[in-house]
């Protein structure tokens, strides 16, 4: 053969028998057949393998481990929460559909609402998240998806889950929850009734700010179809290079949220403690709205917390404090091992317009809690006067 040739059907061939604690980075868009019978183009690449869109062995993997992690009949992979957000919305609603979405719920799936869904004839209504069971008097004729966030983003209410569940089933309507804040394991969605969790694979899961993924788990085979349909054919491949990352951050998820619930549980109760604080929001302190139902139902928190301070403070004292702070980094997200702190301009929560400027996001990184007291204490004592 030219070499030219033999660049693309070689003989030479790596030993056999390696074996590793890592699971390799698959990388593949053409899937070999072994003879023409065999051909297939199944989305259920559970047992075989049909086109790289559908799934590498190391994205396979990570979604298995996931779905055993969550105790769900199926995990779907989407190279973002936000995309995972996308797939649940149109599995479950077409035009003419309604759905219920918390108020609180991630700034970006409101964003979606309002927008592309809206253009689509799809009505998705906010809702207080601390309706619990009177969830029943806005459902509708057409309503097709109720999501529940919970504890909520920024402001961290907990949902009462399980009797929206109760309503919601009543009336054969799907309930999806955003499971980032617990990582898939701080709180059991499928036990508490949940149809279909996600989660941002982005945060904890990842663990270092240097991926996103996020991951659709459904309860039933019944969802595993409907869900699957809509997944194949929005071709949302994720790369084995970011999944690679997952499967590694998932190694060392339960250190790092041990670590993590502790230190943010100790720098949110100091807060607490604090003149210059009005409230903390943090699911494991009783200043957090829902924390009874969040002692019920969770097994543990994490790293994310909001604090809200005194109205004898201005707007820009309070940007000068975040700014002040050296070893938290300003940024969104969180779920990595740098502390982060932020204020959301933004944010909207009907009555409280105080929380945009008063209100701090906090996430705790894997620093020693007394160093980052000590850089919150000088901040405060330089901007907060
Ligand atoms: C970050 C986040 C998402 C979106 O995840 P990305 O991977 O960043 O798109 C969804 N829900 C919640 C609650 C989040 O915090």
Sequence with gaps: ????SKLIHHQAQAPEGFRSLT???YRGSTVLFNCQANVCNDWKTESSYSYGLYGTPTVLELAA??????GARHTFLLPSGQAAILLIYLAFCQSGSHALVPLNAY???RELAAGLLKGLGIDVEPYDPLLGANIESLIRPNTSLIWCESPGSVTFEVQ???A???VAHAKNIPVA??????????FDAFAHG???SMQALTKYVGGHSDLLLGSVSVANEELYERVGKIWRQMGQAVSPDECSLALRGLQTLGVRLEKLEKSAIEIAEWFTKRDEVESVFHPALPSCPGHDIWKRDFTGSSSVFSVLFKSQYSAEQLCAFVDALKLFGIGLSWGGVQSLAVIFPKLDRPGKDHYRTHLVRFNIGLEEPIDLIEDITAAISQCLK
């Design 160 to 162: 009462d889950v399980p």
């Design 107 to 109: 700034g970006p799936n």
């Design 164 to 166: 929206i569940v109760r």
């Design 177 to 186: 929850l955003d499971n980032s804040w617990a990582s898939g394991v701080l």
């Design 65 to 70: 481990r996931i779905a055993e992690l969550e």
């Design 23 to 25: 699971p390799p980075v």
């Design 194 to 196: 949940v149809d279909v």
């Design 1 to 4: 053969m030219h070499w030219r």
